[in-house]
Antibody, heavy 123, light 111 residues
Framework: QVQLQESGPGLVKPSQTLSLTCTVSGGSISSGSYYWSWIRQPAGKGLEWIGRIYTSGSTNYNPSLKSRVTISLDTANNQFSLMLSSMTAADTAVYYC???????????????WGQGTLVSVSS | QSVLTQPPSAPGTPGQRVTISCSGSSANIGSNTVNWYQQLPGTAPKLLIYSNNQRPSGVPDRFSGSRSGTSASLAISGLRSEDEADYYCAAWDDSLNGHLVFGTGTKVTVL
């Protein structure tokens, strides 16, 4: 059974860069046709898609965050990472990593999620 | 900046049928499949419906989804207390080089 686990700092200072890692177990991150994604959720609010990376390394980002986001793969350690620069209080949220599965015919969907990690932005 | 609009709340009594709407545009729901996620309090979202109307293994058939034009809906029949949760629709949006959009979310309350 595939499992995902987020890790990283729980507190980031304003203007700093957030770096989070998602460790995947129970399957190889470089095999299969999967998109590895980051999603966030401010307290009491809805879900916001941050971006994704395909097993080939190609990426797509949320247009509203694109200038500050980088998602990368670390196949050696079966991990993928998120970097979000110029953090502000508005970036305080629970950050989830997730695997997107599916096909062009069936569509794509998040079938496995991490438990989420709370990131607060404060000086 | 959700572009999929859902009602903020959907109350119901046990055994009742509740329907949640998800309104989008030709760039998202009108062109791509819709998924629904259930988020129980304090937990990560869970896939409930994929490809508009398909249930993953283990999801009760009380949950059903549909899509028509630029809107989608999720129905919960035989409402149970454990269905009290937040529900989100999601679809790929073909604008701006493509990106995923979530709905605004609907809180289902079992009275």
């Amino acid at each position: 059974q595939v499992q995902l686990q987020e890790s990283g700092p729980g507190l980031v200072k304003p203007s700093q860069t957030l770096s989070l890692t998602c460790t995947v177990s129970g399957g190889s991150i470089s095999s299969g046709s999967y998109y590895w994604s980051w999603i966030r959720q401010p307290a009491g609010k809805g879900l916001e898609w941050i971006g994704r990376i395909y097993t080939s390394g190609s990426t797509n980002y949320n247009p509203s965050l694109k200038s500050r986001v980088t998602i990368s793969l670390d196949t050696a350690n079966n991990q993928f990472s998120l970097m979000l620069s110029s953090m502000t209080a508005a970036d305080t949220a629970v950050y989830y990593c997730a695997r997107k599965s599916g096909s062009p015919v069936r569509g794509y969907y998040f079938d496995h999620w991490g438990q989420g990690t709370l990131v607060s932005v404060s000086s | 900046q959700s572009v999929l609009t859902q009602p903020p709340s959907a109350p119901g009594t046990p055994g009742q049928r509740v329907t949640i709407s998800c309104s989008g545009s030709s760039a998202n729901i009108g062109s791509n499949t819709v998924n629904w996620y259930q988020q129980l309090p304090g937990t990560a979202p869970k896939l409930l419906i994929y490809s508009n109307n398909q249930r993953p293994s283990g999801v009760p058939d009380r949950f059903s989804g549909s899509r028509s034009g630029t809107s989608a809906s999720l129905a919960i029949s035989g409402l149970r207390s454990e269905d009290e949760a937040d529900y989100y629709c999601a679809a790929w949006d073909d604008s701006l080089n493509g990106h995923l959009v979530f709905g605004t979310g609907t809180k289902v309350t079992v009275l």
